[in-house]
Antibody, heavy 117, light 113 residues
Framework: EVQLVESGGGLVQPGGSLRLSCAGSGFTFNDFWMTWVRQAPGKGLEWVANMNRDGSEIYYVDSVKGRFTISRDDAKNSLFLQMNSLRVEDTAMYYC??????????WGQGTLVTVSS | DIVMTQSPDSLAVSLGERATINCKSSQSVLSSSNNKNYLAWYQQKPGQSPKIMFY???TRESGVPDRFSGSGSGTDFTLTISSLQAEDVAVYYCLQYYNSPVTFGGGTKVEIK
């Protein structure tokens, strides 16, 4: 069974940083693209970033370019999202998603990031 | 960026009745190279993370009941629930993966009338 467990969320002040982690199991982690998707409270879904198997292809939504960095450690079956210069509008549940190419398929339960002073 | 527009924003349907959700893309998501529509549908039940239901517009994910169907091509797509059940109460999202950035529709909330 595919499992994705996110961690690292919390309360941070505007301008601060957080590093999200995602531990994957139940599938061959290094065979798949991985994606981060976020959902602001009471709002819809927003794709944030994804990367391919070897990290040679990485994409970001414009609103996080230059501030967020996606990375992976296949030896540890882990995905990361380094978030710098956080803004109030980055407040959201962040989901780690296993992806078949550009298709997000299996989702974790999410980790909540709150940016507030 | 491709803009995905869903309609309606919400709908209330009686148990056993049909529910129809529409999704329109601002440009075609049909690839001429493989004749596939780069369109997926997701279901998000209250308090849960989203679950994929369809990809390539009409390919049903394993475990999705056959009362759900996905259809459409090019820029216009539909998710249909043929006979609404209580467990289908959720928000449904379409997503295009034709190009980056991948973009979601705004969601359609389905409730019981």
């Amino acid at each position: 069974e595919v499992q994705l467990v996110e961690s690292g969320g919390g309360l941070v002040q505007p301008g601060g940083s957080l590093r999200l982690s995602c531990a994957g199991s139940g599938f061959t982690f290094n065979d798949f693209w991985m994606t981060w998707v976020r959902q602001a409270p009471g709002k819809g879904l927003e794709w944030v970033a994804n990367m391919n198997r070897d990290g040679s292809e990485i994409y970001y939504v414009d609103s996080v370019k230059g501030r967020f960095t996606i990375s992976r450690d296949d030896a540890k079956n882990s995905l990361f999202l380094q978030m710098n210069s956080l803004r109030v509008e980055d407040t959201a549940m962040y989901y780690c998603v296993k992806s078949s190419g550009f298709i997000p398929d299996y989702w974790g339960q999410g980790t909540l990031v709150t940016v507030s002073s | 960026d491709i803009v995905m527009t869903q309609s309606p924003d919400s709908l209330a349907v009686s148990l056993g009745e049909r529910a129809t959700i529409n999704c329109k893309s601002s440009q075609s998501v049909l690839s001429s190279s493989n004749n596939k529509n780069y369109l997926a549908w997701y279901q998000q039940k209250p308090g849960q993370s989203p679950k994929i239901m369809f990809y390539w517009a009409s390919t049903r994910e394993s475990g999705v009941p056959d009362r759900f169907s996905g259809s459409g091509s090019g820029t216009d797509f539909t998710l249909t629930i043929s006979s609404l059940q209580a467990e289908d109460v959720a928000v449904y999202y379409c997503l295009q993966y034709y190009n980056s950035p991948v973009t979601f529709g705004g969601g359609t909330k389905v409730e019981i009338k």
